[in-house]
């Protein structure tokens, strides 16, 4: 991993671990004051959002210093991404607390407002992820043998968590906007195991990849397991896309 650490690196290393914080504090208000663990109103999305969102944002800042981009930009890129977390999880955390939905909930003007803050978040992070995943593909990463599969792979992977996020958020709204609350409440179940599965490949595959780099194994050996692993993501990711579709 890199040695030397920037300031940006430095804030989005600590809101991330924060985010994580927010995440296991919640767990343990979880295992205090009980209740559903899955439905709508769980504090099962504060611990999975914190959990998440603090996991990513220190893997997005780690694994684009290996990328062909300006120092500049990544800043400005990297410092959006951490607000961008840090609304996501403070929006479901507030609702969680509030004991309503976080994401879909039309019943109030507030609760409303809250629903589309989230939506153009997640639209934000659309947006900064695929700068970072075309740039992967644009100008070959740096770094150990296998680095720059596991990168480039990790982007396109995350871009399906995306994607399947983004098909979750439209298909809720039109069904809450058109007076289908409840469905709009279950009809991002299908798609959930594909999200799931897809949005932490941008971690693990290059994480392999730097500890293959520790070891004395030959680069062909390393790059092959890079392969493998990558395969093995994608099969996963098959098969949760054929749940998805078969459930839909």
């Known amino acids: 991993m ?7 690196e430095r804030l989005c290393h600590v809101i991330g671990a924060l985010l994580i914080l927010s995440g296991l504090v919640h767990l343990v208000v979880f295992a205090v004051d009980g209740g559903p663990w899955y439905g709508p109103v769980s504090w099962r999305k504060p611990v999975t959002f914190g959990l998440s969102f603090g996991a990513t944002l220190i893997a997005v800042t780690w694994v684009t210093s290996y990328l ?6 990544r800043t400005v890129l990297l410092v959006v991404f951490a607000a961008d977390c840090v609304v996501e999880v403070g929006g479901i955390t507030l609702q969680a607390w ?23 978040g997640g639209g934000v992070l659309v947006v900064l992820l695929t700068v970072f995943a075309v740039t992967s593909f644009r100008h070959r990463p740096t770094g150990p043998t296998g680095m720059a599969l596991a990168v480039r792979s990790g982007f396109a992977i995350m871009l399906v968590a995306l994607a399947s996020g983004a098909a979750m958020i439209a298909r809720g709204v039109v069904l809450a906007r058109t007076g289908h609350q409840e469905a709009a409440y279950h009809s991002t179940a299908p798609l959930k195991p594909l999200h799931g599965v897809s949005l932490h490949a941008v971690l693990v595959l290059p994480a392999l990849a730097w500890l293959l780099s520790r070891t004395s194994w030959s680069e062909t050996v ?9 395969g093995c993501y994608v099969v996963a990711e098959a098969g949760a896309g054929m749940w998805a579709v078969l459930t839909y």
């Open 222 to 230: 390393r790059l092959r397991v890079v392969k493998v692993a990558v």
């Open 2 to 8: 890199k040695l030397h650490v920037r300031p940006a």
């Open 98 to 120: 509030r004991r309503v939905p976080s994401h879909l909930d039309m019943e109030t003007p507030f609760d409303t407002a809250v629903s589309m803050m989230l939506a153009v």
């Open 68 to 73: 062909r981009i300006g120092a500049r930009l």
